[in-house]
């Protein structure tokens, strides 16, 4: 294959794939994209445009034009950085407004058909890990490594709260996140288009009573285990 290897990383808000991957990517020295990010930023724009999130049309010509960028930030522990149309919005996209209504314009067909072409020309070498919803079924179908993170809805929700009290953010109770949590899971799985879905070749780890280390380690394990293993073996 003409490119390196690629590591997809799928599953429900809350279940460590974001803060794992990075790990991963950075223990393995591959590059690292957080497509959820990208979704997140474009529902943004929708919404500071005052545009209607049923007018698709125009969210469909918004997307077709904005420039996405994506960056590391300093320390290991930072968020990746955001920006659209030059503007950063790093933050801007982790609110609760954005986590509202991203779900909706994610199931838009002209919104999926732009970003996944942006994500398969920025995978186009390999040497990346990607983590999402789709990845693994529809993006990189291809990829070499992919699994599927989970865990119960009661522990997602735990850890979301955790956050936005770190973030010093709006307090949800747990029920309310829990809520909150499914309906997104809901919608990003009963969609049209590329929902939500393990795929049949993936690995899936469910992380509840798992630390981020040992379900780094477990995927680092299967990446030497089945990628450089396997590479090994075909180049002899
Ligand atoms: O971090 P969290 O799990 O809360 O969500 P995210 O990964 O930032 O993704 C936000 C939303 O973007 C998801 O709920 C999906 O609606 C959408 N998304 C998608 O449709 N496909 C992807 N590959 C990644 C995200
Ligand atoms: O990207 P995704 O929505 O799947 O999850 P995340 O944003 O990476 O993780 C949500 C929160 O759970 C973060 O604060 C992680 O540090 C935490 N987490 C954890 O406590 N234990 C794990 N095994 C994985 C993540």
Redesign the pocket.
């Known amino acids: 294959r003409n490119r390196q290897p690629i590591v997809a990383i799928d599953?429900?808000?809350?279940?460590?794939?974001?803060?794992?991957?990075r790990q991963v990517a950075q223990a393995l020295k591959l590059l690292y994209l957080?497509t959820?990010a990208m979704y997140r930023a474009v529902t943004w724009l929708v919404l500071e445009s005052g545009i209607s999130i049923e007018d698709e049309p125009a969210i469909a010509e918004i997307v077709s034009k904005c420039d996405i960028e994506l960056g590391m930030g300093d320390e290991p522990q930072a968020p990746i950085r955001v920006w659209i149309n030059g503007q950063e919005v790093t933050q801007a996209i982790r609110s609760l407004e954005i986590t509202s209504h991203v779900s909706a314009i994610a199931a838009q067909t002209p919104v999926r058909q732009e970003l996944v072409k942006q994500q398969q020309r920025w995978g186009e070498k390999g040497g990346i890990v990607i983590?999402g919803r789709d990845i693994g079924t529809h993006v990189f179908p291809d990829a070499e490594l992919k699994i599927f993170?989970t865990?119960s809805v009661q522990?997602?929700a735990r850890?979301?709260q955790?956050?936005l009290k770190?973030r010093g953010e709006a307090d949800l109770s747990l029920e309310q996140m829990q809520q909150n949590l499914s309906e997104r899971d809901w919608k990003d799985s009963n969609r049209n288009i590329a929902p939500l879905r393990k795929a049949p070749d993936a690995i899936e780890i469910q992380?509840d009573g798992?630390?981020?280390a040992?379900?780094t380690d477990r995927i680092i394990t299967l990446y030497r285990e089945k990628v450089e293993g396997q590479s090994s073996t075909l180049a002899n």
């Open positions: 599953g429900p808000a809350g279940a460590g794939k974001s803060t794992v991957a957080d959820g983590e993170l865990a522990e997602r850890r979301r955790q956050d770190n992380t798992l630390s981020i040992e379900v």
